[in-house]
């Protein structure tokens, strides 16, 4: 059985891996850096990393 330590280790390994890069490209390309969380979500995290490819970025439309 997974202990709490082990637990807590695994949380901030994806915090760090996974959460904290994401977070930054959403938000340089002027997405809220929330986003970077849907990619926890089965599926979804496809659904996030295809829009993120294909969408009219936020910061493109300030120039």
């Given at each position: 059985m997974?202990?709490?330590?082990e637990?807590?280790v695994?949380l901030?390994?994806v915090g760090l891996i996974?959460?904290?890069?994401?977070w930054?490209i959403?938000?340089?390309a002027g997405?809220?850096?929330?986003?970077?969380?849907?990619l926890?979500?089965?599926i979804?995290n496809?659904i996030?990393?295809?829009?993120?490819?294909?969408?009219?970025?936020p910061?493109?439309k300030?120039?």
């Open positions: 997974v202990g709490m330590i637990l807590f695994a901030i390994f996974v959460i904290l890069p994401y930054k959403f938000s340089k997405f809220p850096g929330w986003y970077s969380f849907l926890l979500v089965p979804l496809l996030m990393i295809f829009y993120l490819a294909f969408a009219e970025w910061i493109h300030e120039e």
